[in-house]
């Protein structure tokens, strides 16, 4: 568990770099895997935190061929994917996963909502 906290997005960026680590170390290119994979799971732990404003569960699974990390929060809002102009600072994230990752998705429970990605290690 997470706090609904700035620092958790680095918290998270280091359990993933420590998952990858174990998992990914054949994999050719593991530096930009490491790096995008961090890159996507702050981007969900952030979005949690600003719109969600609700402590975070962060799951991350891995072996040698895929990572699926998923942000789980208590909002049943859903994110948004949005359209910023060149200008604006916020609003790219779902933009990122769509590109980065090879598929992504999100559960609704009772309890609120889980957003999940994976990524498939090329070998």
Known sequence: MLPCDAASVAAARRLVRGE???HAHAIPDRAKLVEAASLLVSELVT???V??????EL???ADDRMLRAEVTDR???LPTRRRPTALT???RGLQLIDDLASRWGV?????????????????
């Open 51 to 56: 719109h969600a404003r609700t402590d975070i």
């Open 107 to 123: 559960l609704l429970s009772d309890a609120g909502k889980t957003v999940w990605f994976e990524m498939t290690f090329a070998i």
């Open 20 to 22: 990858l680590t174990t």
């Open 59 to 61: 799951r991350l699974l």
């Open 47 to 49: 979005n949690a935190i």
């Open 75 to 77: 909002s049943p809002t």
């Open 89 to 91: 600072g916020t609003g």
